[in-house]
């Protein structure tokens, strides 16, 4: 992000804050139309991670015969390994911290969103039947 585009970022959040504090809810469209008239587009920059965003998608290609990866990251900006050639323990390290920190975050924010359906749940159980359908 270029330095005109970072001075922008809180606007944005603001923006976003103020959309999902009312539903919950949040659309990529209305964020990208709220940012479009102030937003500096450089088209050379973007090619570039256009062109790493792709090499990334085919280093994800590469599986071995039970359809696992081979190529990692290694938790380092556009560092990746083979893991089956790799003879450097510390990245292949790296890319099982990697991977490693990548999944607790996911599990941690699944833990939450699924604390948020159970109680969800547990409040439309606790509203009694007839009232439910008054409501509606």
């Not at 991670?49 to 965003?53: H, L, P, Q, T, V």
């Given at each position: 992000m270029n330095k005109i585009n970072s001075a922008l970022a809180p606007q944005i959040r603001r923006h976003i804050e103020s959309i999902k504090s009312n539903t919950g809810l949040l659309n990529?469209?209305?964020?990208?139309?709220?940012l479009r008239d102030d937003?500096?587009?450089d088209a050379d920059a973007a090619k570039e991670?256009?062109?790493?965003?792709y090499v990334r998608q085919i280093y994800s290609t590469f599986r071995d015969s039970e359809g696992d990866r081979i190529?990692?990251?290694t938790g380092r900006s556009g560092e990746f390994i083979d893991r089956e050639i790799c003879k450097d323990s510390d990245k292949l390290r790296s890319a099982i911290l990697s991977m490693t920190e990548m999944r607790d975050g996911l599990n941690r924010t699944i833990r939450k969103a699924q604390r948020q359906v159970d109680g969800q749940i547990s409040l439309f159980e606790?509203?009694?039947h007839s009232s439910m359908h008054a409501a509606l």
């Open positions: 990529v469209a209305e964020c990208v139309d709220y937003y500096y587009f991670r256009e062109m790493a965003r190529i990692l990251a606790q509203i009694p």
